[in-house]
């Protein structure tokens, strides 16, 4: 009979009489389900995706393995995300289209839960854990990088169509905001990667930096820009702050030079084409047609502010595309207000950036833990502020980034205690 495995526990696999027999741990069957779904996290054509049935593998999976361990950052937000969607389950009730409102919500749920349990698997062995995830999840960027950059450059016969949209390129993913944002947390870990590690592995992850930021250029996603931006600046900020040695002031000064020459190289050569030329400019613009105007981004969010203030509960799930504008508000948070009421969206925000504050905080300590906290802290920041101009409430790698924070933030050593340690 078998009892509770835990991470050390293996199964094992008898063969007929005469054959050999093969053990497998537990945590290695935990490893290769996370980093198999973080790998293919880039790959969403279509949904449920290989990665969502493979996080299904690792909400089940990894609890019954014994590998997690929740503390009461995971477990806090846990019950938040739980009242969250119960509130917009709720308000479907009054959603013009049911059936997906429900829809939209139970993939919340399901989000939230993997996050949870990625958590618990991070807290349980932090700094190896975190680093599979962030790895694989590079990886599986570096994948739809390269899908975008040979379908948008054409580099491969008859992927143009299959890897771009409106001359932007999406990759491996159904939209280019997404394929850029996505791209982004890869970017700030090899970029803290060149700051930090020696000469070797430090060149290794420049050069898997620059089809990453080519194909995060070629996105066009100006939300994406943005973000990416924010999250570099944050990620040498935060290396700079808590680093002790000289050696790595130095290192930022040269990866910062060497960086932004290869990145004024990158963009001048891809300038000199025509179509990149028009649409680069088209998109830095700030006055795009689609955003003035009553029927605009803007005009929508104006609207969703008004909504909010006069329905308490919420007007449900989708109502507000459906209804009262042509698409959703282009902004998450207010999107969270409209399908969940004030409570719902009052606890969305507290989840958010209740995180985002967990993760600075945690930084303030020199642990082997800091290097990852400063990727997922950083990247979150950026992907927190996209929140404001598009509704990043799906995004896979949004709750990644949250499961990073609040596995890094549970695993933090307790404070000593100054008393015991003089009467000791």
């Keep these: ?50 990665a969502d049935i493979l996080m299904v593998a690792v909400i089940v999976g990894l609890p019954l393995l014994g590998v997690t361990r929740f503390g009461p950052v995971s ?29 939209h919500q139970a993939v919340t749920l399901f989000l939230a839960l993997g996050a949870f349990v990625l958590a618990g698997y991070v807290t349980a062995d932090p700094e190896p854990r975190a680093r599979l995830i962030l790895t694989a999840y590079v990886a599986g960027c570096l994948i739809a990088a390269a899908a975008a950059i040979a379908g948008y450059f054409q580099l491969i016969p008859s992927t143009y169509d299959l890897f771009t949209t409106y001359g932007r390129a999406r990759g491996t993913f ?41 194909a995060l250029l070629i996105s066009f996603s100006r939300g994406a820009w943005a973000s990416a931006a924010v999250s570099l600046l944050l990620v040498a900020w935060l290396a700079l702050v808590t680093t002790r040695r000289a050696v790595d002031v130095r290192r930022f000064i040269a990866v910062a030079a060497l960086g932004t020459a290869t990145l004024a190289a990158a963009l001048g050569s891809a300038l000199e084409l025509n179509a990149v030329e028009g649409l ?12 003035e105007g009553p029927d605009g981004r803007f005009g929508g969010q104006a ?5 909010i203030l006069e329905h308490p509960f919420g007007i449900g799930t ?32 507290i989840s958010v950036f209740g995180t985002l504050a967990a993760g600075l905080y945690a930084l303030r300590r020199r642990t082997a833990l800091q290097a990852p906290l400063i990727v997922a802290t950083a990247a979150f ?7 404001f101009v598009v509704d990043t409430d799906h995004w896979r790698h949004v709750f990644v980034l949250m499961a990073l924070i609040w596995g890094l933030v549970d695993a933090e050593p307790p404070r000593a205690d100054p008393r015991r340690r003089r009467h000791d």
């Design 1 to 50: 009979m078998i009892g509770k495995l835990t991470s050390a526990t293996t199964i094992d696999t008898h063969h007929a009489p005469g054959t050999s027999a093969w053990t497998v741990s537990a945590g290695t069957l935990a490893a290769l389900a996370v980093a198999g779904a973080m790998g293919t996290s880039s790959i969403v054509f279509s949904e449920p995706a290989v």
């Design 75 to 103: 477990i806090l937000n846990l019950a938040l995300w739980l009242v969250f969607v119960a509130l917009g389950l709720a308000a479907t009730s009054v959603s013009t289209t049911f059936a997906t409102a429900v829809t």
């Design 174 to 214: 159904k939209d280019p905001n997404v394929l850029g944002a996505a791209l982004a947390p890869a970017i700030a870990y090899l970029a803290l990667i060149a700051l930090r590690q020696p000469p070797r592995q430090a060149l290794i992850a420049a050069a898997a930096a620059l089809p990453l930021v080519l």
């Design 280 to 291: 680069f400019a088209e998109r830095a613009s700030l006055d795009q047609s689609y955003d």
């Design 303 to 307: 609207k969703a502010i008004g909504l």
């Design 318 to 349: 989708h109502t507000f595309r459906d209804t009262y504008h042509r698409e959703e508000a282009h902004n998450v948070y207010l999107s969270q207000f409209m399908n969940a009421g004030w409570v719902g969206g009052l606890l969305y925000a």
């Design 381 to 387: 920041a950026g992907a927190v502020l996209e929140g």
